[in-house]
């Protein structure tokens, strides 16, 4: 297995033998590396470039506008013959995809703490990219987000709303059918987190974690519903050998769900003061990071300290490092 990981600003080579498809995204990042630490949404966003209308992924001129302050994400919910919810969409045995596939996910949160602007469109031009560079086809990619212009627009609209469990089913869809040769991608565009792990001696060493758009739904305020490392990491240890798989955080605090040994994947604290993310809401440069006081440390299970190397070949690519923000 080679696993890569790299802060979106240099370009480094995962595999000896990358495929046409690894190439062409590969090319694309690299050329936009001059534009800093933001560049994964810069790259996104300059998806827009690409020939074609991009209405298939809903695109359209409302790029960087701020989200209304209040908007449900309840979705009409088709039932299966069963009396059961249709998850169809995120089944990969129903629809499985293509061997080139990708899930992406763009949260903007809106009407909740840490509103941001971009997230959701930065996807949809990643779904413009692989559709456009890299030739995939409207079945072989799932598109999850907290718009719901773009979620009603979906056969089973349940399914396309980026929580955490359609995401944890996306990565399902995404890997659980994967094969030697298929090239596989996952990008989130949204806040990332920086979870108190381990505390001694006055030093803090933190997980990362993706935030869904229902992340401070959950029934208990001090736990978010976020997606961990570790998480991601499981899931990515189903892809076999032979496969590959890249991962685009667009957002702060990447981690590493990568090959681990230890407590490797842990970073140090990064303190980032008292956000107020009202006051942000007007701000031109919204970070992308949340954090919220009432977040208790989340301890890792007994199992995390050992070593876990991934069977395929995986890269991620970051917008910024840790101590960053994006």
């Not at 994400?73 to 596939?101: E, I, N």
């Not at 996306?170 to 381990?198: D, M, N, T």
Request: charged share 20%; with cysteine; net charge neutral.
């Amino acid at each position: 297995a080679g696993c890569t990981f790299f802060p979106m600003t240099t370009m480094h080579s995962s595999a000896s033998s990358a495929s046409a498809t690894s190439a062409h995204m590969a090319a694309a990042m690299s050329s936009l590396s001059s534009h800093g630490s933001g560049c994964a949404a810069t790259s996104a966003r300059d998806a827009g470039s690409f020939t074609g209308s991009g209405q298939e992924w809903g695109l359209g001129s409302s790029y960087g506008q701020p989200p209304p302050r209040s908007q449900s994400l309840v979705a009409p919910v088709s039932a299966s013959p069963s009396g059961g919810r249709s998850l169809a969409y995120l089944d990969p045995l129903q629809q499985p995809g293509g061997p080139k596939r990708a899930l992406i996910v763009g949260c903007d949160y809106p009407g909740k703490v840490g509103t941001l602007r971009a997230g959701v469109a930065d996807a949809q031009q990643w779904a413009r990219f692989f559709t456009k560079r890299c030739g995939l086809s409207e079945h072989d990619i799932r598109l999850l987000s907290d718009d719901q212009a773009l979620i009603v627009q979906k056969a089973n609209p349940e399914c396309a709303v980026a929580t955490r469990d359609n995401i944890l089913r996306g990565l399902q869809w995404l890997i659980a059918q994967s094969a030697p040769g298929e090239q596989l991608f996952f990008v989130f565009c949204g806040h990332g987190a920086q979870l108190v792990a381990e505390e001694y001696a006055g030093q803090r060493l933190c997980e990362a974690a993706i935030v869904p758009a229902d992340a401070c739904e959950g029934w208990d305020p001090s736990r978010p519903r976020v997606i961990s490392d570790s998480e991601i990491h499981r899931a990515l240890l189903q892809v076999p050998e032979g496969a590959q798989i890249t991962l685009v955080y667009d957002c702060c605090h990447a981690g590493r769900p990568l090959d681990r040994s230890g407590l490797d994947f842990l970073t140090e604290y990064v303190s980032r003061g008292r956000v107020d993310y009202d006051k942000l809401r007007g701000h031109p440069v919204l970070p992308r990071f949340l954090e919220l006081q009432q977040w208790k440390m989340r301890p890792l299970g007994a199992k995390a300290s050992g070593e876990s190397r991934l069977r395929c070949r995986a890269t991620q690519w970051a917008a910024c490092a840790n101590a960053q923000f994006c």
